[in-house]
């Protein structure tokens, strides 16, 4: 099956239809999409300052305690969410590179979360109170890895082809 047939399968499918057809329900998704990207974004964004020294003498392991749950949850409310809107207009993103680029600082994103809070977690057996250099420059970049996936969401709706 080609990313075409796929495309136009998905396209006709009866809930791609609902979703194209009941008004209401593209503006929810998206806000709530929205929403779940600041949270997202708000639990990265204070771990990672945790890490990089510029959250107080909290304890990192204390941080991801706290806030990984909030992170997770909004992760899969998101892929709940951009799933819906993919099966409500398949055409804009399917054939959109910038979707894939998304979706690939998605993973490495995710990867990052991850490897962050090993290192909290085994900064926190170590008795260490300061992380090293690189996984400081980790944590900056798994923010910027962040911000260019919210960059890339919204530049979808622009790099959307309808000749496709």
């Known amino acids: ?6 495309q136009h399968w998905l396209d006709h499918t009866a809930l791609s239809e609902t979703i194209k057809t009941v008004a209401w329900i593209i503006p929810i998704v998206q806000s ?21 020294g510029l959250l107080g003498n909290v304890e990192s392991a204390k941080i991801f305690e706290r806030y990984l749950p909030r ?18 207009e398949p055409q804009r993103t399917i054939h959109n590179p910038v979707f894939y680029s998304k979706m690939i600082l998605l993973l490495i994103s995710i990867g990052t979360v991850l490897l962050l809070n090993r290192q909290a ?7 260490q109170g300061r992380s090293s250099l690189a996984v400081r420059v980790l944590a ?13 969401g919204r530049w979808i709706a622009y790099a959307y082809n309808d000749s496709v």
């Open 32 to 52: 709530v999409h929205i929403l779940a990207i600041s949270v997202v974004v708000a639990s990265i964004l204070l771990m990672n300052l945790r890490i990089v």
């Open 121 to 127: 977690g085994s900064s926190r057996a170590a008795g």
């Open 140 to 152: 900056w970049a798994s923010f910027t890895f962040w911000i260019a996936i919210i960059f890339c």
């Open 1 to 6: 099956m080609s990313l075409d047939d796929f």
């Open 71 to 88: 992170f997770w949850i909004s992760l899969c409310i998101l892929l709940l969410s951009g799933s819906l809107l993919i099966i409500g």
